[in-house]
């Protein structure tokens, strides 16, 4: 029986795929005998459609055997044709059905499959699909053109990945081999299959291929990352050929590789990885193509260019994900140099443990455990301390430095030095300490001091783009690095360029992240204060970093208090050397009754009197004070309302002329004041009404009303510009009766939450707010 054609004008994708790839040119030879039964086979054309990779599916099936007989001719025609339903599998290596009986009750393994053709034959169902197998044919009837052609193509696609991996399995010659693997490549790049796996699929067979033959020459590497490249563009290298990649890396950091092929890839992983957890290969690889690049002759110059190319050209990174995957690999680069000693100290899993043995021992690592060296603390008798002491063991935390040391005599045998402490040792103390008794100094290998040296400067590159430090202040802000690198004088000298940047930047959400994160726990305003473990100067970054606080919202009760409690040693040697910082700091604490001790606000006096600045600063207090007494003295009005129009200074002017201890209602409606008017606010013992309506009265002006005007009871703040930073700190208000936040930028979690802290407040306006 002939094949012929019966669709009536012909269907354009009724064709045949050629042999080695998908779309060929190759006209189909007509009247070709198959079971009998005549058929036509057409070339498949590229016509734009693609389509999902099949793993499984419901189609129709029917098994033709070559007839030998009139007899078998007969019971195979296409009147006595039986189609059966099937649940057919795609496996790796076969087509299986989910119910194995009749046709299919023994699967069809990609072997055994000559070829795939798409067929349509006279009076007959349309959408049928020919496997050829030896001695028959099978038939794959689906419900639609689509449907079909999904089926085609996820057969060819299969029985194409299974033979390549036979092929690549038991490779004899490689040049050979790499015109396989280049063929594969392009197989998976011109398939009309859009799936994960396609681009995937190649890379595993090459991956394993690579895994199971170490013996290459550095050449045939070369040549082999250089076929598969076309993949690696829109795709991320599985694990096994990361480990392929960082070894190329660590052996060649010079071929041009590195910089043609994997600065793409890394590009890439930096730009779309989400989450180094779930595959740290791709970090490790992105860490030793970093390391690559410092090791060519420009060095860090090239590291930068890098890091810029990342960024872009304009002053905000268009990628989010950019900075977060580079700050995870230099922290774990960061956390290598020091993993020995770790280990060593506390027996905790080192990183290649962590990663099931996915990173092969390297020359990246020190050779020799570290040394840690600590000067004595005693300055009288400091040489004859070390020359009696031998070094024990070290154990190194972010709030304090356990060193212990073994004496030939009767000294003690344990040592602790305070670095950073939230209880402040005697006050003597604290003055006389010097900040180099605070520090360690640790010796690390010579490849690891230089990938330390790498990875410490790209933080500082990260840190000079503006747009970048709000996130990297915030990441780095629980201090997420080991309590080693914490001691290690090279790497917080190093690291205190990064601190500086955060410290001189005016914004809140950068410099506020020198605080520690969480109570009781220590952060880079602790480190790096005298007595801290990573204090390397007099102060001058403290002073710094106090003075930015200070400035913005931080001039509060709390911030002195803790100041008082903590570092009140470092602030009255700074005010004594004559910083303006801490003589401003001692006088606040002075005015707000911060200190309780009456010797202690001597020596504060005594401290301020000893300066030129800090006398004259004293002075003005004083003045004020009395002042303040005078201002607060009974007598005045009760109700107060200013001109429209005025300012903080005109405000501040009449606060001064006279005595205003009685008054209970001041409306600054429709004036010019802003939150800087708050410090002559907060000296009217007698408030119980403000009216800020339609003011530039903000969150750090409310701030300072929540400390210290307790008994307010009512408060407008419609159409001022604060928000909830600002409105959260009225919870502290317990006498907040009715409070007015209409047109502001209230939210409604806020709202819900001043409601539940506000036991006594009755009348509340939020209309035009989120809350409303």
Not at 635 to 650: E, I, V, Y
Not at 740 to 757: F, G, H, I, P, W
Request: glycine share 4%; aromatic share 6%; net charge neutral.
């Amino acid at each position: 029986m002939d094949l012929t054609s019966s669709s009536g004008g012909g269907d354009p994708r009724q064709i045949e795929e050629t042999k080695p790839l998908l779309g060929g040119d190759v006209p189909a030879p007509e009247g070709t005998k198959m079971g009998a039964v005549p058929c036509r086979r057409a070339l498949l054309l590229c016509n734009g459609m693609r389509y999902k990779l099949l793993q499984e599916g419901d189609i129709q099936v029917c098994v033709i055997r070559h007839p030998r007989t009139f007899l078998s001719k007969i019971l195979t025609s296409k009147f006595l044709r039986r189609w059966e339903p099937h649940h057919l599998t795609l496996a790796d290596n076969s087509l299986a059905s989910a119910t194995p009986t009749g046709y299919m009750e023994n699967s069809v393994s990609y072997s055994a499959i000559e070829d795939v053709q798409l067929l349509s034959w006279e009076n007959a169902p349309k959408y049928c699909l020919q496997l050829t197998i030896p001695g028959g044919t099978v038939l794959l009837q689906a419900a639609n053109s689509y449907l079909r052609d999904q089926w085609f193509h996820s057969l060819q696609w299969k029985k194409k990945i299974y033979k390549y991996k036979k092929v690549l399995s038991n490779p004899s010659r490689w040049e050979v081999v790499l015109k396989e693997i280049r063929t594969l490549v392009d197989m998976a790049l011109t398939s009309p299959l859009q799936d994960d796996s396609i681009n995937q699929a190649p890379l595993e067979i090459v991956s394993k291929l690579l895994s199971e033959n170490t013996n290459l020459t550095t050449q045939e590497h070369e040549n082999i990352i250089v076929a598969i490249a076309p993949l690696l563009e829109n795709n991320h290298p599985p694990p096994d050929l990361c480990e392929f990649f960082c070894k190329h890396c660590r052996e060649r950091p010079r071929s041009m590789v590195v910089i043609e092929v994997f600065t793409p890839v890394v590009q890439r992983i930096l730009k779309h990885n989400m989450d180094f957890g779930k595959c740290p290969r791709l970090r490790l690889f992105t860490q030793e193509y970093i390391l690559a690049l410092n090791e060519l002759n420009a060095g860090m110059e090239v590291v930068k260019k890098f890091i810029q190319s990342m960024h872009g050209p304009t002053g905000h990174c268009p990628h989010p994900r950019v900075l977060p995957n580079l700050v995870a690999v230099c922290l774990a680069a960061i956390y290598s140099c020091y993993e020995e000693f770790i280990n060593s100290r506390d027996n905790s899993p080192s990183l290649k443990e962590i990663r099931n043995g996915c990173q092969q021992p390297c020359d990246r690592k020190p050779t020799l455990p570290l040394r840690l060296l600590h000067p004595s603390p005693d300055l009288v008798s400091q040489e004859a301390t070390l020359s009696e002491a031998r070094l024990k063991s070290v154990v190194v935390a972010s709030s304090e430095i356990h060193v212990e040391v073994e004496h030939a005599s009767t000294a003690k045998p344990a040592l602790t030095a305070s670095a950073g402490n939230d209880s402040e040792p005697n006050l003597i103390d604290c003055l006389m300490v010097s900040p180099a008794c605070s520090t360690m100094s640790i010796e690390l290998g010579p490849q690891a001091d230089r990938t330390l040296g790498c990875y410490v400067e790209i933080l500082k590159l990260l840190s000079d783009y503006d747009d970048w430090r709000p996130s990297l202040a915030s990441l780095l802000q629980p201090i997420p690095f080991p309590k080693e690198a914490l001691a290690h004088e090279k790497f917080t000298k190093e690291l205190k360029y990064v601190i500086q940047r955060f410290a001189e930047d005016p914004r809140q959400e950068v410099h506020s992240c020198l605080l520690s994160v969480r109570a009781g726990k220590d952060g880079w305003f602790q480190l790096y204060s005298p007595g801290g473990v990573a204090c390397d100067d007099d102060g001058e970054l403290f002073a710094s970093m106090v003075h930015i606080l200070m400035g913005s919202c931080y001039k509060t009760k709390k911030f002195l208090l803790s100041l008082a409690e903590n570092k009140l040693g470092p602030c009255m040697l700074l005010a004594l050397r004559g910083n303006q910082t801490m003589v401003e700091i001692l006088c606040l604490m002075l005015e707000y009754n911060i200190i309780d001790n009456n010797d202690t606000q001597l020596q504060i006096i005594s401290t301020l009197e000893s300066t030129g600045v800090g006398k004259r600063m004293y002075e003005q207090l004083c003045d004020r004070q009395r002042e303040l007494k005078e201002l607060q003295r009974k007598g005045g009005p009760t109700r107060l309302t200013l001109p429209s129009k005025s300012t903080d200074a005109d405000l501040a002017r009449l606060l001064s002329s006279g005595s205003f201890g009685n008054l209970e209602n001041l409306s600054l409606a429709f004036t010019n004041v802003t939150s800087a008017c708050a410090e002559h606010l907060i000296k009217l013992p007698s408030l119980k009404q403000l009216n800020l309506w339609s003011t530039q009265f903000g969150d750090a002006g409310l701030r300072l009303l929540s400390e210290h005007l307790t008994m307010l009871q009512v408060l407008n703040l419609c159409e001022t510009p604060v928000t909830d930073a600002g409105l959260l700190a009225l919870s502290s208000m317990k006498s907040l009766c009715s409070l007015n936040m209409n047109s502001t930028k209230l939210s409604a979690d806020t709202y819900e939450d001043l409601k539940a802290k506000l036991p006594n407040l009755k009348e509340v306006d939020v209309r035009y707010t989120e809350a409303w």
